[in-house]
């Protein structure tokens, strides 16, 4: 890790002059909308109640935190300003880090402020109040199965095979899930299995780009569709005059105890289901593995540079074979957590949901620390878009929806600034 | 490389992009064969049965064989022809509308696919990857389908504004990505991809919110184009024969398409930045103009084939427009892929996957097999085509040229 230095700038900068401007600029439209729209917009005598305690509280209801009244001018007028605020300082002093830190610290702004402002009284939403607890965890479930999409992506990237797959490895361990769900009762054995299936997908991936040197992305859109395809075709064939294969279980939440009680951060993390404490799992043998211990530096090495990793005796193609594997196993349990999530399969219900977790592990640039504060955003994009319905905000649904896809494109044009990947991402190794 | 001439035959075997193709497109066949066969009852029963009785091996083999042959044989007899009501066309003068329905059919899906494919091929011959022509080709349609729904115009200013309308839209949204490649280096994959999401989005809220839905209908189906822009049929509207101007547009596009990448000095770039990104740049070609360039052509004709789908066919569109089973999009990568980015051999390719489309409908009639196994067969060959390597060790092929069957590999970051 070398400073760039130039006579000039001797900082080293995550995200260019320019670009931090267009940031900046962002960030002040949205503080004047919370302005205009969220605080002007509301009647000065309006106000919206804010409660923290979860609406289902069938696995152990959290200490009560009591009710929050706001009014609802004052507070989203508060809002506007400390954004108003974060945007003018982003403009004129162009930090040369955390940037984007400071616009999500101002999208969650904007967050709240729409939620103050469609909650309060004589506002749209049939409800005059709302729940912060029961938001995050709506929105905690996509976050989860992107986290899953993220992390097997960066299993295999971090080798050098692009998994644009994902999509796939979802859908087949969402199908193979759904029935030994159904048919055992037994998430457990339904995780094993969508790994199984997850890992034989993530093998053809690898036989293709690796031994084969297919264009990683042609194979991995192309295995997407068959396998949407296939689970289609399976769908009609078996699921629909089989049903009992298909019930729609869904696992029980398992409270971890006393932590369970922490309001707010209780029902959110430690009263899930399994994948969730899977995933805490997941991500921390992660962020451990790749970057603490001998097998990650190899890994990072065959993903940069294979010739040299091969120069001093790493196996690169093993390397590859074994984490694209491990890869699409991964991505296979995100599947199984999604069914955990959805209850019955449904052909193409993962809409797009591993191309967004691709996203979230460019955004995160390869890490699974970034990863995953990627797909907390697009998680609550995510639930945004179906959330808001119900509080009838007054924009159609159709245009909602768009949302999580806008924000994706967004991302990967490089509103975050500078990412590169591993140099030799997606590059087929030759031995010569 | 052996210093005695190869004969014909033994070329015939080589590795050469035709026979590479076509064994592809055999190796297709014989995965859609096994997926017929792993997800039959029936055949499975037969094959537990194989050590119960004596010829328990051959009941099994079979009842396989019947259930692949049926399922094939609707597909052929659904999307080219069926024998028997040919022949009795031919002997008895009676029923030619039956006997041509199916070319007809074929013909009519060849049109548009023919068209988006060709735009599809010319940003793969660039290095490109325009994911979204599904998405084009959908706002094409929306685009198309408003001018020639609410706009009285005469026929003949009518019909080429409504195909202009279509190109436009398509143009236009193929710039998102296009722009956002060349100023931001947003990798197209993904930022196509979202946009069909988009697409999918935007076609519902048109359908439903905007007034290009059918005045009193609360069902997401637009208005009918206009008799003044729709595209002529060849066959009087009496018989089922849907066979439209729409193929010859396609087989102007696949002359244009030809010659643009052939013949034109763009077209040149296009296939030097394809071909080698370094060497376009130091010979002066500006790799952002190409790439803007590329979108703009590819999704316009994107557009045309939305347009030429709605407006040669139903002249309506409703919320499954062309989603179908994988999408247009899809099958026009698959296409491109297979007819290896060279227009003439795409059009070929357009003609054979639509008929597989078509054909898979009638099968899904008669046979209860799911359409999906179309898209099946399709990605498996394109798996196959892309990796002619594989095939040539199957068969055992000679060594051929393989080098120039074998796709342009880049990483993330180009």
């Known amino acids: 890790m070398t400073t760039v230095t130039t006579p000039t700038e001797n900082v080293r900068r995550d995200t260019p002059v320019g670009r931090t401007r267009v940031i900046g600029g962002i960030m002040i439209a949205m503080a004047i909308f919370i302005l205009w729209i969220f605080a002007f917009g509301a009647s000065a005598k309006a106000t919206s109640i804010i409660t923290f305690n979860p609406l289902n509280t069938s696995g152990g209801a959290p200490w009560?935190?009591?009710?929050?009244?706001?009014?609802?001018?004052?507070?989203?007028?508060?809002?506007?300003?400390?954004?108003?605020?974060?945007?003018?300082?982003?403009?004129?002093?162009?930090?040369?880090?955390r940037v984007m830190a400071r616009f999500g610290f101002v999208s969650v702004l904007f967050l709240l402020g729409l939620f103050v402002w469609t909650v309060r009284s004589g506002g749209p939403s049939p409800t005059n109040f709302m729940d912060v607890t029961d938001v995050l965890v709506n929105a905690s479930g996509i976050t989860m199965v992107l986290i899953y999409g993220s992390m097997a992506g960066i299993m295999c990237e971090r080798a050098g095979v692009v998994n644009i797959a994902i999509e796939g490895q979802f859908l087949g361990g969402a199908f193979v899930g759904a029935i030994v769900a159904s048919s055992t009762n037994s998430f457990v054995l339904a995780t094993v299995a969508g790994a199984v299936v997850g890992a034989l997908l993530g093998w053809v991936l690898a036989f293709f780009a690796i031994r084969y040197r297919s264009d990683q992305v042609i194979v991995g859109v192309v295995l997407v569709t068959m396998i949407g395809s296939l689970t289609n075709f399976l769908n009609l064939t078996f699921l629909t005059p089989y049903q009992q294969y298909n019930t729609g279980v869904t696992p029980s939440s398992i409270p971890i105890p006393l932590l369970d009680k922490i309001p707010v951060v209780g029902p959110l993390l430690f009263n899930q289901n399994m994948f969730f404490y899977l995933m805490y799992l997941l991500v921390g043998a992660m962020s451990f593995g790749l970057f603490k211990?001998?097998?990650?530096?190899?890994?990072?090495?065959v993903g940069e540079h294979p010739q040299a990793a091969a120069s001093v005796g790493i196996r690169v193609k093993g390397v590859r074979y074994f984490n694209t594997i491990l890869g699409g196993a991964i991505g296979g349990v995100g599947g199984v957590a999604f069914i955990a999530l959805h209850g019955q399969f449904n052909p193409g219900f993962?809409?797009?949901?591993?191309?967004?977790a691709l996203a979230a592990l460019i955004f995160g640039r390869w890490r699974p620390s970034g990863a995953v504060v990627a797909s907390i955003i697009f998680g609550l994009t995510s639930m945004l878009a179906s959330g808001l319905q119900s509080f009838n905000v007054p924009v159609s649904s159709e245009i909602l929806g768009m949302f999580p896809y806008i924000i994706t494109i967004a991302v990967v044009s490089g509103l975050i600034g500078r990412v590169r990947a591993p140099a030799a991402d997606g590059i087929p190794y030759k031995q010569d | 490389m052996t210093d005695a001439k190869p004969t014909l035959w033994q070329r015939y075997l080589s590795a050469n992009p035709v026979t590479i193709s076509f064994l592809a497109i055999l190796l297709g066949f014989v995965v859609g064969a096994l997926v017929i066969i792993f997800s039959s009852a029936d055949v499975m029963h037969a094959w537990t049965q194989i050590f119960n009785s004596p010829g328990g091996i051959f009941h099994a083999l079979k009842v396989s064989l019947d259930n692949v042959g049926a399922a094939y044989r609707a597909m052929f007899t659904g999307s080219v022809v069926d024998p028997t009501i040919f022949w009795h066309a031919l002997t008895t003068g009676q029923g030619w509308n039956a006997a041509l329905t199916p070319l007809s059919e074929t013909l009519t899906y060849a049109a548009p696919l023919a068209i988006i494919s060709i735009g599809v091929a010319i940003s793969f011959e660039t290095g490109l990857f325009n994911i979204g022509a599904n998405?084009?080709?959908?706002?094409?349609?929306i685009a198309g389908t408003a001018f020639g729904s609410m706009i009285n115009l005469p026929m003949y200013i009518h019909l080429p504004l409504t195909l202009l309308c279509g190109v436009a839209a398509g143009a236009f949204f193929g710039l998102i990505p296009g722009v956002l490649k060349a100023l931001t280096g947003a990798h197209e994959v993904i930022v196509t991809l979202m946009l069909n999401y988009v697409v999918a989005f935007f076609l519902l809220y048109s359908l439903l919110s905007t007034p290009l839905q059918l005045p009193g209908q609360a069902n997401d189906l637009s208005r009918v184009i206009l008799p003044s822009a729709q595209l002529p049929t060849f066959f009087s509207t009496a018989t089922t024969l849907r066979v439209n101007w729409g193929i010859l547009i396609a087989i102007a596009v696949v002359a244009f398409g030809w010659w643009f990448l052939n013949r034109s000095t763009m077209g040149f770039d296009f296939r030097v930045t394809g071909a080698n990104p370094n060497a376009a740049r130091a010979s002066g070609i500006n790799p952002k103009k190409v790439i803007i360039y590329v979108f703009l052509i590819s999704g316009g004709l994107a557009g045309l084939a939305g347009v030429v789908q709605v407006d040669g066919t139903t002249h309506a569109l409703d919320?499954?427009?062309?989603?179908?089973?994988?999408?247009?999009?899809?099958?026009?990568?698959?296409?491109?892929?297979?007819?290896?980015?060279?227009?003439i051999n795409v059009f070929w390719g357009a003609i054979l996957f639509s008929a597989l489309g078509v054909g898979g409908r009638i099968m899904q009639a008669e046979t209860g097999i799911p359409l999906d196994l179309a898209t099946i067969i399709q990605s498996a060959v394109v798996l196959f085509v892309a990796t002619p390597v594989l095939v040539q060790e199957i068969f055992r092929l000679r060594e051929g040229n393989l080098h120039t069957i074998q796709l342009n590999t880049k990483g993330w970051g180009t």
């Open chain 1, 293 to 301: 211990t001998k097998w990650g530096l190899r890994v990072r090495a």
């Open chain 2, 135 to 141: 998405g084009q080709a959908i706002l094409g349609g």
């Open chain 1, 350 to 356: 993962t809409s797009g949901l591993g191309y967004i």
């Open chain 2, 319 to 343: 919320g499954g427009f062309l989603i179908g089973s994988a999408g247009i999009g899809f099958t026009a990568i698959t296409v491109s892929l297979l007819g290896r980015n060279k227009p």
């Open chain 1, 64 to 97: 009560s935190l009591g009710n929050l009244t706001l009014p609802s001018r004052i507070s989203t007028l508060i809002l506007g300003l400390i954004a108003l605020g974060a945007g003018l300082e982003t403009m004129i002093r162009i930090p040369a880090r």
